[in-house]
């Protein structure tokens, strides 16, 4: 946490009598997190982390002048003038296989038999490939592999990787604050290296609140839901790069979500679902308020109106964020693509990126009843132009979750817009893309 922060901390019991916009209500929060501390990790599973050092090449990549294809070292002009109807036959001295190295030089009339990356010979200056011999008909008719004829003309240079063309000695290849994807984690490969020092994962702890649930697997009973929120909030976690730890169940009592956020305290940010609305047996906030500060938000969007946001104090003298979402199931979801990623991303010390968006026209309207900004359900598609389309995937409920795993977009209504009409253009920010490796 920010040392400074304690002035900017939320309110004690607080209700914000105006609400707040979705992006007031992220700064809020960002404002409270930091980059996390780094960590050493083998490379593969370092995959979508934040280099924490700079990468200094000590060696060129390549070490040393090889070859391109698989063929024959020579002197370019050894094979002036050399055709198919006119070859030039050298005598062929030795053969270099990949990872071997040269034992002697290629002198004027002959040449040496190389593999694709194997150190060029001194003496050579480039390599023709066995295309452009006659290789193949000589291996066919057992013609002896002591000489062999060139069927073209070789540039100098040519079909030869010069040493240090990938990679300088000594220049900084990769630096603090790369984000680690396919080719960064082979380029360090590349340097040797099977470790990388990256920013560490945030650690999610996740808890659910409610009388009224009980676990997947849990055998069926009237009047109780499935505790689903754990588990799309689980699966967003890992989607933006933390570790989730699912801490199971508190029940509508003070003793009982004490016990669990007891364990919950070992993480790096602690997201409850359930209990923020004004019901009754609403304990959460309750708890929330003896453990630390904690702030009850209405924020201008629709699903997802109460947000609660806080610091929850611990034993030792730290704090932990806590970010309270709604219980139901899609405002839940809502509120994690909308404050829970952006935290992710910042303790992950990736750059402040939006959801990536396009532009769609809708199928169906998009109607603001009340003046928040509305993020609607929708499947995006592109029609026979090729043009982004959008139409909504059913019950706009915010309890309703099929429509949300029917959508792979969020299309927005902006709070002052009273409708998007069918035909009309709107924001989609997109749920499936790949952007939290970039
Ligand atoms: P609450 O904020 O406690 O009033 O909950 C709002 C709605 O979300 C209620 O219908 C709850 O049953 C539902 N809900 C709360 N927690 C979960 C959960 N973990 N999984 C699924 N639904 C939930
Ligand atoms: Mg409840």
Redesign the pocket.
Known sequence: MKSQSHSERPHRHHYDAEMLSVEDARERILSYFNVLTSEKKPLVEALGQVLAEDIVATFDIPPLTNSAMDGYALISQDTFGASKENPVELQVTGVIPAGGLPDHAVESGTAIRIMTGAPLPPGADSVIPFEDTDELQRRKSGLSDHSISIHMESQPYENIRQAGEDVRSGNRVLSKGDLLRAGEIGLIASLGHSEARVIKRPVVAIV???D??IEPGEDKEPGK??????FSIAAMVSRYGGIPKIMG?AR?TVESLEAVLHQAMDSDLVVT?????K?D??V?KDVLFSRGQIALWSVRMRPAK?LAFGILDRKDGGSVPHLGL????V??MVAFEQFGRYALRLMMGKPDVPKPSIYAVMDDPIKNHDGRRVYARVKVYRDGEGNYRAKTTGNQS??V?SSMALANGLAICPDDIGIIDIGETAKVELLDSTEDIF
């Open positions: 659910s609140t409610g009224e649930l839901i499935y505790n689903s929120n754990a169940i509508d679902s359930a209990g923020v609305s019901g047996y609403d959460v109460p709604p219980g139901n199931p405002s839940a915010s309890g979750l």
